[in-house]
């Protein structure tokens, strides 16, 4: 398996401009993840996709910021408009569901952000 | 809610010698700790994890344990190499969100040649 996939592995874009974050997540994981890493607040969760339905979203920290998950092997995150303070690694993780392993996260290799 | 804290935030070792990373944590109902290896420009990995029914589990050079009564947990590095260099997450679970890991804020690991 090629783990979890993300694309592109590095975004540059304009303030304003609308930014599309991609994820392919294992073949039979249930669970998908997508997390924000910066210096200032470390890893933090934004939302959390079980079964292609987002079960938690909490963490998004704006209308700007939204999350598909239209079928079992790909998800989105979209920011639009973007803006500089939305510079930061974006990674996205998978998880099998309903063993004893459900925890266990799996990262994709982020998408490094920059908003000029 | 959840709080982890993760101390030292950087830790200086030579090679050969141990490192011991430290944990705490607020939700006393709180039952799965894993630990995330991160290298620099690379994702995060999972090196060990321990839930609460256990109080200490070893992987050939390191180990975890957990206090529940004192909620904190540690991870030890014994005979450190240079390719242990990296930044270590440690994470608990929500209790009522067992999906929901809680990061520390990582710990910077410098293995000394």
């Known amino acids: 398996d090629a783990g979890v996939i993300q694309s592109p592995r590095h975004e540059v874009t304009e303030m304003g401009q609308e930014v599309t974050l991609r994820c392919k997540p294992i073949?039979?994981?249930?669970?998908l993840f997508w997390y924000r890493q910066t210096m200032m607040r470390g890893l933090e969760l934004l939302i959390y996709?079980?079964?292609?339905?987002?079960?938690?979203d909490s963490g998004m920290p704006e209308d700007r910021f939204s999350a598909k998950m239209p079928n079992a092997s790909f998800s989105t995150l979209k920011i639009q408009p973007s803006e500089p303070r939305d510079s930061a690694v974006y990674f996205c993780?998978?998880?099998?569901?309903?063993?004893?392993?459900?925890?266990?996260?799996?990262f994709g290799s982020g998408t490094q952000l920059s908003v000029l | 809610g959840e709080n982890v804290e993760q101390h030292p935030s950087t830790l200086s070792v030579q090679e050969g010698d141990s490192a011991v990373i430290k944990c705490t944590y607020s939700?006393?109902?709180?039952?799965?700790f894993p630990w995330y290896k991160q290298e620099l420009g690379k994702r995060p990995q999972l090196i060990i994890d321990i839930r609460s029914n256990v109080g200490e589990k070893k992987d050939q050079r390191i180990a975890v344990t957990l206090n529940k009564t004192a909620k904190h947990f540690s991870l030890h590095i014994t005979e450190t190499q240079p390719e242990d260099s990296a930044v270590y997450f440690c994470?608990?679970?929500?209790?009522?969100?067992?999906?929901?890991?809680?990061f520390g804020s990582g710990t910077r690991l410098l293995v000394r040649p």
């Open positions: 939700d006393s109902a709180s039952n799965y």
């Open positions: 073949s039979g994981h249930n669970s």
């Open positions: 994470a608990a679970t929500l209790a009522d969100s067992s999906y929901k890991l809680i």
């Open positions: 996709f079980n079964n292609n339905v987002p079960i938690d």
């Open positions: 993780a998978s998880s099998p569901w309903g063993g004893a392993n459900n925890e266990k996260l799996f």
